[in-house]
């Protein structure tokens, strides 16, 4: 993994991982790599100092010095480094989130009854409503494996704690 510091034309700068500078290259080329304080795609690598570590682990590398701002204290802490993936992380598991919302919002649980029910609505017993519930993966690739549409329901992290 390599990590870039990154500035965009308005000058603000900001980090973000790449699996290579192979994997930079093509995402800037696809314009995939986007300011994430005024979205702009027009982004180039910022001058950063390399962290060296001395020989076998005896001296620990230095932090890169703060880029020094030349604009105003409120311009100042828009453009302080943002970490790109920790923003488009934050975007997805809001989306994932509300995905999540609207489908408990909006189906019945059924929960351990799930592929009886999803079963009995595909072949005609029941009427069709949406649903959502438990079912082990033995239980959903069987359902899967008569045509019947499944999906897992997405979970976050923090539903785990």
């Known amino acids: 993994m390599i990590r870039y510091a990154l500035r965009c034309d308005r000058s603000h700068d900001f980090e973000s991982w790449f699996q290579s500078s192979a994997a930079y290259d093509s ?3 696809r314009r995939l790599v986007t300011c994430p304080i ?3 795609a027009k982004v180039d690598k910022a001058i950063m100092a390399p962290r060296i570590v001395g020989k076998k682990g005896r001296g620990r590398a230095t932090p890169p010095p703060e880029p020094t701002a030349t604009t105003t204290a409120p311009e100042a802490a828009q453009s302080a ?3 790109l993936l920790m923003a488009q ?4 598991r809001a989306k994932l989130k509300e995905l999540r919302d609207h489908i408990v919002k909006n ?3 059924v ?3 799930f592929a009886n029910e999803a079963r009995a609505m595909h072949y005609g017993d029941k009427e069709h409503r949406p649903i959502y519930g438990e079912a082990s993966p ?5 359902l899967i494996d008569e045509g019947i549409e499944v999906s897992p329901l997405p ?3 923090e539903d785990r704690n």
Not at 89 to 92: A, G, N, Q
């Open 89 to 92: 992380e934050r975007e997805l």
């Open 138 to 142: 033995d239980e959903a690739k069987s």
């Open 107 to 109: 189906a019945d649980n």
């Open 38 to 40: 005024c979205g702009s």
């Open 27 to 29: 995402q800037v080329k």
């Open 81 to 83: 480094p943002t970490s």
């Open 111 to 113: 929960g351990e009854r």
């Open 155 to 157: 979970t976050l992290p």
